[in-house]
């Protein structure tokens, strides 16, 4: 769910906002539902297991084999007895008929293949085992020791608020956002009229060949690593924590079989992928931060991409230059973009304006003959300015 939608995402007019509600809604539901089936399963098992364990208390001994009424205690034989962590997992032989995958605590000293036990079987479940020589072993599914299992009942204590809290935000969320939609649609937005007339002065203004001095502008290398935001450092600490990784799974020696042979070599592949891409990141920002250039000479603009492709227009093709501070509905942070444009106000070319300051931009704009607008009382809606912006024909 990317985080969640935001409020702003759910409230566009467009495809994305639809999307961005119908998950949400999707996401509500599920939580719903999750929320009280385990809230339902948490009371039930608080009455059922003492209820289960009354049942078993109260049912008679079989005097046959074994059936769901009662509870039978007869002979058996174990056919295997394997130790996992702080549990025995056993299977038993009773009248022919194997019981098998159950669970007790600490028995493996005292069964072994082919020994014979006390079997008590309710509700064709094994509850206990008896060995000749030991104590009674009773099993997970014992109705007391089920009763006593209050695993689920607490999952319901953590979840069920969590759930309704998930719930509850993203519900008002996408309400809200479904009052502002109602609202856009009553009275669709629209930008301020200042921009409007800025766009349709550029038809009225003259050419010129710009002034008499160049102008080069270049991004500012504080600004620009903020902006190009490449994850070096996450890559970073992915790098140095594989070491670590790779110690803990071998215990300094390299497994040849199995997961652990899978997870070694596969670090071992990942470690220099992972430099790798860490080095290209670092290449990037560099080629990027020295690449980019914007230059107003030799009665022309110029405007080098990072990897060096060049557009050029004659000075007088360029009659304005617009700085604004927009709002994209994909992203919660605002951008800004710098956009030449020509006496169509068409768009030129379009650059991220996070890299450059904005006097060097408006300098460059002054040695253009080019007429400039920049916002300051808040940002735009990047779509209403694309609508009023189209790029040019190429």
Same mark, same amino acid.
């Given at each position: 769910?990317?985080?969640?939608?935001?409020?702003?995402?759910? #409230?566009?007019?467009?495809?994305?906002?639809?999307?961005?509600?119908?998950?949400?809604?999707?996401?509500?539901? %599920?939580?719903?539902?999750?929320?009280?089936?385990?809230?339902? =399963?948490?009371?039930?098992?608080?009455?059922?297991?003492?209820?289960?364990?009354?049942?078993? @208390?109260?049912?008679?001994?079989?005097?046959?084999?074994?059936?769901?009424?009662?509870?039978?205690?007869?002979?058996?034989?174990?056919?295997?007895?394997?130790?996992?962590?702080?549990?025995?997992?056993?299977?038993? @032989?009773?009248?022919?008929?194997?019981y098998s995958n159950f669970y007790t605590n600490n028995g493996a000293a005292e069964l072994s293949p082919g020994e014979p036990v006390t079997v008590e079987i309710w509700r064709n479940d094994v509850v206990a085992i008896t060995p000749p020589d030991g104590?009674?072993?009773?099993?997970?599914?014992?109705?007391?020791?089920?009763?006593?299992?209050?695993?689920?009942?607490?999952?319901?204590?953590?979840?069920?608020?969590? &759930?309704?809290?998930?719930?509850?935000?993203?519900?008002?969320?996408?309400? /809200?956002?479904?009052?502002?939609?109602?609202?856009?649609?009553?009275?669709?937005?629209?930008?301020?009229?200042?921009?409007?007339?800025? +766009?349709?002065?550029?038809?009225?203004?003259?050419?010129?060949?710009? &002034?008499?001095?160049?102008? %080069?502008?270049?991004?500012?290398? #504080?600004?620009?690593?903020?902006?190009?935001?490449?994850?070096?450092?996450?890559?970073?600490? +992915?790098?140095?924590?594989?070491?670590?990784?790779?110690? $803990?799974?071998?215990?300094?020696?390299?497994? %040849?079989?199995?997961?652990? #042979?899978?997870?070694?070599?596969?670090?071992?592949?990942?470690?220099?992928?992972?430099?790798?891409?860490?080095?290209?990141?670092?290449?990037?920002? /560099?080629?990027?931060?020295?690449?980019?250039?914007?230059?107003?000479?030799?009665?022309?603009?110029?405007?080098?991409?990072?990897?060096?492709? +060049?557009?050029?227009?004659?000075?007088?093709?360029?009659?304005?230059?617009?700085?604004?501070?927009?709002?994209?509905? &994909?992203?919660?942070? =605002?951008?800004?973009?710098?956009?030449?444009?020509? /006496?169509? $106000?068409?768009? =030129?070319?379009?650059?991220?304006?996070? =890299?450059?300051?904005?006097?060097?931009?408006?300098?460059?704009?002054?040695?253009?003959?080019?007429?400039?607008?920049?916002?300051?009382?808040?940002?735009?809606?990047?779509?209403?300015?694309?609508?009023?912006?189209?790029?040019?024909?190429?």
């Open positions: 769910m990317s985080r969640y939608f935001t409020e702003n995402q759910m #409230a566009d007019r467009g495809g994305y906002g639809c999307l961005a509600r119908g998950m949400t809604y999707i996401l509500i539901a %599920t939580f719903a539902v999750v929320g009280v089936v385990i809230l339902l =399963l948490g009371i039930g098992w608080i009455f059922s297991g003492p209820i289960s364990a009354s049942d078993y @208390d109260r049912a008679p001994v079989c005097t046959g084999p074994p059936r769901d009424s009662c509870k039978f205690v007869g002979s058996g034989t174990i056919t295997y007895a394997r130790q996992s962590a702080s549990n025995t997992e056993f299977g038993v @032989d009773v009248l022919g008929k194997q104590g009674r072993l009773v099993t997970t599914l014992e109705p007391h020791v089920q009763a006593t299992n209050y695993v689920l009942p607490v999952v319901a204590l953590v979840m069920v608020p969590f &759930s309704g809290w998930l719930v509850w935000s993203q519900l008002s969320t996408v309400l /809200r956002a479904r009052r502002r939609l109602h609202a856009a649609r009553a009275n669709p937005p629209s930008l301020p009229v200042e921009v409007t007339q800025f +766009a349709e002065s550029l038809s009225k203004s003259e050419a010129t060949d710009g &002034s008499n001095w160049d102008v %080069t502008v270049t991004p500012v290398p #504080a600004m620009a690593k903020s902006a190009i935001r490449t994850p070096s450092v996450w890559v970073g600490l +992915a790098v140095l924590a594989l070491p670590i990784l790779l110690v $803990a799974v071998t215990g300094g020696h390299p497994p %040849t079989s199995g997961r652990g #042979a899978g997870a070694y070599w596969g670090a071992v592949v990942t470690l220099p992928l992972l430099a790798a891409l860490l080095g290209g990141a670092l290449i990037y920002q /560099r080629l990027f931060i020295a690449n980019v250039r914007l230059a107003s000479s030799g009665g022309s603009l110029s405007v080098t991409e990072w990897n060096r492709t +060049a557009h050029q227009w004659a000075r007088g093709e360029v009659a304005g230059v617009a700085l604004l501070t927009l709002t994209r509905i &994909s992203q919660s942070r =605002l951008i800004r973009r710098v956009y030449f444009l020509n /006496r169509k $106000a068409e768009v =030129l070319e379009q650059m991220n304006g996070d =890299l450059f300051r904005v006097a060097d931009i408006e300098a460059l704009a002054r040695s253009l003959g080019a007429r400039t607008y920049k916002n300051e009382d808040g940002p735009y809606d990047e779509r209403l300015v694309s609508q009023l912006f189209r790029k040019a024909a190429s």
